[in-house]
């Protein structure tokens, strides 16, 4: 019997976990450890700070539903792992003190590293948990006139919220017709280009951005935060009367000084999704040291790998699945025809798929509900 632990209640951990139940047997035991018994569908968050959706809508009871698939479920702060002594340690929960395993896959997420803002914490809204984007809900409510300003801080690397938000907030600001009093920006640390990694959807992404009257501010380096601006590594001020932003990413803190991890505190991994050169250890999600954005789609294909892998090896069989690093993703926009979907091989030189039209947004909502639907 092999004892598999795996780390992380978002897409990469719950995927890895109902994969390696459905293809290891009874006698082999798998467990998930994570802070909140609640699984958040992050990408529908943009919908809650609107309104749109409701949080109920977008949660659900892990323990509940891994019990179903024949998974322990553990509410539990993981501090740190020991890939030596094939241990976990929980800082508390349900239970406290060292975990041990004979295989574990790390899937804690990236860190939110606000601290690197100075300011942030007092004066920007954000949207990675349920709790900020409601809070970020009202203070759109009460906004009436001024500048609303949204963007990435520097090793941020989620802009579809950004956008979605400055096309969602135009949208409102013309249903309570209002869309002439407020000043609509988008700030990034690159450039459009850089942020969808091709030319074409860059070009049809500043179309509709032009055509809803965002402005787009490249190579804004935001570095400390005042009550009503945004100050930059140049020296300059951008003043604001709303903003979002998503705060620079790292790796997780229970991975580090294990040196397993890049200066960022990724995880280094190979197309297997194993561990560079440690034994019984996978890492998936957006905790790994892949380049270009962190998504939700990402996380689940390489679980998908890494259980295909962890199964065939605890079978005593090599690697049988490789990830290959593809972006695929889409931005919901004002209304109208103007949503936009993008897919790319990013270990390819190849352009991206480029689509555009009022069905992907529709396409977006369904990908919601099936993944629901899949998981009560
Ligand atoms: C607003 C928003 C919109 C997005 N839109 C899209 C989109 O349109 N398309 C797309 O593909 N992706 C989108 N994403 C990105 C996507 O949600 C992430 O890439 C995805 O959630 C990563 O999954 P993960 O399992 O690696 O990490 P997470 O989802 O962050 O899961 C990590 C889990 O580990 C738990 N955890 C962390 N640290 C500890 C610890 N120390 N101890 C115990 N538990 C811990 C967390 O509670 C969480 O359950 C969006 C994200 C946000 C925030």
């Known amino acids: 019997m092999a004892k598999v632990l795996v780390l992380g209640g978002g897409f990469a951990g719950v995927v890895a976990a109902e994969r390696l139940a459905e293809q290891l047997g009874d006698d082999h035991q798998i467990t998930l450890v994570s802070r909140s018994r609640q699984f958040v569908f992050y990408p529908a968050l943009v919908g809650v700070a609107f309104g749109k959706v409701q949080p109920a809508d977008v949660s659900f009871d892990l323990r509940h539903t891994m019990l179903n698939r024949r998974i322990n479920f553990i509410e539990a702060e993981v501090a ?12 508390h929960g349900e239970v406290e003190g060292k ?20 300011g942030f914490y007092e004066h920007a809204h954000h949207l990675l948990n349920i709790d900020k ?27 579809v919220p950004v956008y979605e938000t400055a096309f969602a907030l135009a949208r409102l600001l013309e249903e309570r017709r209002t869309r002439d009093s407020v000043k609509i920006t988008i700030v990034s640390p690159g450039t459009i280009e850089a942020e969808l990694g091709d030319l074409t959807a860059a070009a049809a992404l500043r179309k509709s951005l032009a055509a809803q009257q965002i402005d787009f501010l490249p190579n804004v380096s935001i570095n400390s935060l005042t ?25 997780s803190s229970a991975a580090s000084y294990v040196g397993i991890t890049d200066a960022d505190g990724y995880i280094n991994v190979d197309s297997t999704m194993r561990v560079a050169d440690q034994k019984r250890l996978y890492a998936i999600g957006d905790c790994v040291n892949l380049d270009g954005p962190k998504m939700g789609h990402m996380a ?3 679980a998908e790998v890494a259980a295909a892998n962890l199964a065939a090896e605890i079978h005593g069989h090599g690697p049988v699945s490789h990830y290959q690093h593809e972006t695929e993703f889409v931005i919901e926009g004002a209304g109208g025809g103007d949503s936009l979907y993008v897919h790319k091989d990013l270990w390819a030189d190849q352009p991206a798929s480029v689509r555009q039209g009022r069905f992907w947004s529709w396409a977006k909502r369904v990908q919601k509900s099936c993944w629901e639907v899949s998981h009560l």
């Open 80 to 91: 740190r792992i020991d890939p030596l002594e094939r241990n976990v340690t929980i800082a």
């Open 227 to 251: 009550e009503k601006s945004a100050m930059t590594t140049a020296g300059d001020g951008i003043d604001f009367d709303l903003l979002m932003l998503v705060p620079p990413f790292r790796g």
């Open 99 to 118: 975990l041990g395993y004979d295989y574990l896959v790390f899937a804690l997420g990236r860190r939110l590293a606000t601290e690197r803002i100075k």
């Open 133 to 159: 984007a409601l809070k970020f809900g009202k203070a759109i409510s009460k906004f009436r006139e001024g500048n609303a300003v949204f963007g990435q801080c520097p090793d941020a690397r989620l802009p």
């Open 300 to 302: 689940v294909r390489q």
